[in-house]
């Protein structure tokens, strides 16, 4: 991608994920989320499946590619957004996108520890910085809720950060896929495939009731979700990590947490405290400093 592209890919993956945050928030009451989620990526593992068949590009993959598209599919859209729906469904949709921002940070060490790839002293002291947000923003979010407010802030916390750990997780897996030769977007398709049959399999085994709900926000939210959140966000988000590098791709995630504070704003009705105005500065304080960065 020239740069022009690119800034522009990083701007349209941006403001859709910045919406997706509230749009989730539409597919919880009536229906499980274990049901939403496999509608919102079986539909969009279809598209790209289409997709990849119109336009002739290669489905096949090796064993190497199909074992790190499975990693993928388990990860990031299995076990993170498990937990991301969970986690909506107790704390407000700007907390979970604030500490999703923690995504580069956690790739960033996971990458060197794994696979011992170096970055810049600046990207490390970003990282420090944005996990000092992310700190601030969750200890501002579990003192404030009360105690009448029982555990479920405590618990939509701490299901957005094993969401963020998995997802990093299933950044390795991408990239493994990666390097084993897997095109991007076959590869996200199978991945896609493989996580919902995951959380299908969970759903059949925990008894959900599969059911669609015929609201138009449920619906509108549903096609929003898997098209747009899914199926292009996905395909461009893994598209630039591939040449920006999954550690220091942190554009996306920069961008993120403003829009969707804003959204929540607006249709949520929340507010924008001192601790979660301070924990967003210092999470995009530490984004700068990590797009700044040189590779090493």
């Given at each position: 991608m020239?740069?022009?592209?690119?800034?522009?890919a990083?701007?349209i993956?941006?403001?859709?994920?910045?919406?997706?945050?509230?749009?989730?928030?539409?597919?919880?009451?009536?229906?499980?989320?274990?049901v939403s989620?496999?509608?919102?990526?079986?539909?969009?593992?279809?598209?790209?499946?289409?997709?990849?068949?119109?336009?002739r590009?290669?489905?096949?993959?090796?064993?190497?590619?199909?074992?790190?598209?499975?990693?993928?599919g388990a990860?990031?859209?299995?076990?993170?957004?498990?937990f991301?729906?969970?986690a909506e469904?107790?704390?407000?949709?700007a907390?979970?996108?604030?500490?999703?921002?923690?995504?580069?940070?956690?790739?960033?060490?996971l990458f060197?520890?794994?696979?011992?790839q170096?970055?810049a002293?600046?990207?490390w002291?970003g990282?420090?910085?944005?996990v000092?947000?992310?700190?601030?923003?969750?200890f501002?979010?579990?003192?404030?809720?009360?105690?009448?407010?029982?555990?479920?802030?405590?618990?939509?916390?701490?299901?957005?950060?094993i969401a963020?750990?998995?997802?990093?997780?299933g950044?390795?897996?991408?990239?493994r896929?990666?390097?084993a030769?897997?095109?991007?977007?076959?590869?996200?398709?199978?991945?896609?495939?493989y996580g919902?049959?995951?959380v299908?399999?969970?759903?059949?085994?925990?008894?959900?009731e599969?059911r669609i709900?015929p609201?138009?926000?449920?619906i509108?939210?549903?096609?929003?979700l898997?098209?747009?959140?899914?199926?292009?966000?996905?395909?461009l988000?893994?598209?630039?990590?591939?040449?920006?590098?999954?550690?220091?791709?942190?554009?996306?995630?920069?961008?993120?947490?403003?829009?969707?504070?804003?959204?929540?704003?607006?249709?949520?009705?929340?507010?924008?405290?001192?601790?979660?105005?301070?924990?967003?500065?210092?999470?995009?304080?530490?984004?700068?400093?990590?797009i700044?960065a040189p590779?090493?």
């Open positions: 020239s740069r022009p592209i690119t800034i522009l990083i701007a993956c941006a403001l859709i994920w910045g919406t997706t945050w509230f749009a989730i928030t539409l597919q919880l009451g009536v229906v499980d989320p274990i989620i496999v509608w919102r990526f079986g539909l969009a593992a279809v598209v790209l499946f289409a997709f990849c068949a119109l336009t590009r290669p489905l096949r993959l090796t064993r190497a590619q199909h074992l790190a598209a499975l990693g993928q990860f990031v859209f299995a076990v993170s957004y498990g991301v729906y969970a469904e107790r704390v407000a949709s907390v979970v996108a604030v500490i999703f921002a923690a995504l580069a940070f956690v790739n960033l060490i060197r520890v794994l696979e011992r170096k970055a002293a600046g990207a002291q990282a420090i910085l944005g000092c947000g992310v700190a601030v923003l969750s501002g979010q579990l003192s404030g809720a009360g105690v009448s407010a029982g555990v479920a802030p405590v618990l939509g916390v701490v299901f957005a950060l963020v750990l998995a997802s990093a997780f950044n390795w897996f991408a990239w896929g990666q390097q030769g897997a095109p991007v977007m076959a590869a996200t398709a199978w991945a896609m495939a919902t049959a995951m299908a399999v969970y759903g059949f085994a925990t008894g959900v599969w709900e609201t138009p926000a449920y509108l939210s549903l096609l929003h898997s098209l747009f959140g899914s199926v292009i966000a996905f395909g988000y893994f598209t630039l990590a591939r040449q920006r590098g999954y550690a220091l791709a942190s554009y996306i995630s920069a961008l993120t947490p403003p829009i969707a504070v804003i959204m929540s704003v607006l249709f949520e009705g929340a507010h924008v405290g001192v601790t979660m105005l301070i924990g967003l500065i210092l999470v995009l304080g530490g984004q700068v400093l990590l700044r590779k090493a």
